[in-house]
């Protein structure tokens, strides 16, 4: 059978720099260090959580630019999204930068989607930079597809923070002692029957799972293969069930396993199951793992971001939620 979905960049597009913003609560988390950018409140200094969270995009795409000696005017093609009705904030940050626009979705596997987006523009000689992201704000998403934050509302173990954070990556054509995007996989979109928006990692683990098979399968690699395999927000809840899937797929040693969502705020139980949103993978990948493979720690990396595919609604008209994972590869030429 021919495996659908696969990708593949022969002249490995290159990361050639990155940019993360965070909100203050953010600082608790154990990757906060790695972040370039951190404000002292949730709304950046604007009038709403929305403008805050815009102005946090905004933020991180200028720094990835900056470390590259460049500004919006030399890039390309801009592709980013968030969680946001009609990604609302990404729009009016588009707006602030004039670089060509492509919204993208897919809810909080945006981090990857964007990447894989930017590499083939890349890889199709059509971009020699690109600007690929995603964030979150976790007043603003709260309010849209739960309760706002001045409800109090009590959640249980198995719901997830949404994070304040936004991540930018600067991709062109392949320059050496950068990470290089060298495979991926787009995910299906599947639905287990779930209901529940408090508890988004059980929902998203079934489909973190069919990417990694079908990446595995698909370009004829295995987990040994990788310093690391990261997934994007699936949480200590979700996180077990995927285990437990990859378990029945024939997979037992999962060392080089982890998870964005459940390491980004360490063990803290004030935040449950661990972490959420479009800027958590984004986040975590563009700091730390990126990091990582720069210092030559990792040297081949496989990130699976992960996104639930429910709008306010479908959730309010009972609907499943339909999931998502794509998945990249990256290297150290």
Sequence with gaps: MVMKGLLTF???????A??????PLE??????AGFDKMYEDERCGKDTNEQGHSKMMEDACMIALSKVDKIPADAD???????VNQMTPSNFFATTVGIPYIGMFSACATSVSSLLLAALLTEAGMSKLAIAGASSQHNAIERQFRYPIEYGAQKGDTAQWTVTAAGAAAVTPFQAGVPSIERGTIGKAIDMGMTDPLHMG?????AAADTLKRHLEGHGTSPSDYDLI??????????SIFQELVKNQGISNMENFSDAGMEFYGNNPDFM???SGAGCSAAVYFSEVY??????????VLLIATGALLSPLSYQQGETIPCIAHAVELTMK
């Design 10 to 16: 022969p002249s490995t597009p290159s990361i050639v």
């Design 18 to 23: 990155t940019g993360v913003t965070a909100g």
């Design 27 to 32: 600082k608790k988390s154990p990757f906060h």
């Design 77 to 83: 093609f801009l592709l980013t999204g968030d969680l």
């Design 202 to 206: 059980a929902a998203m683990a079934p």
């Design 230 to 239: 990261m997934t994007g927000d699936l949480a200590k809840v979700g996180f």
């Design 273 to 275: 199951s661990g972490a």
């Design 291 to 300: 990091k990582k493979m720069m210092d030559k720690e990792y040297k081949k």
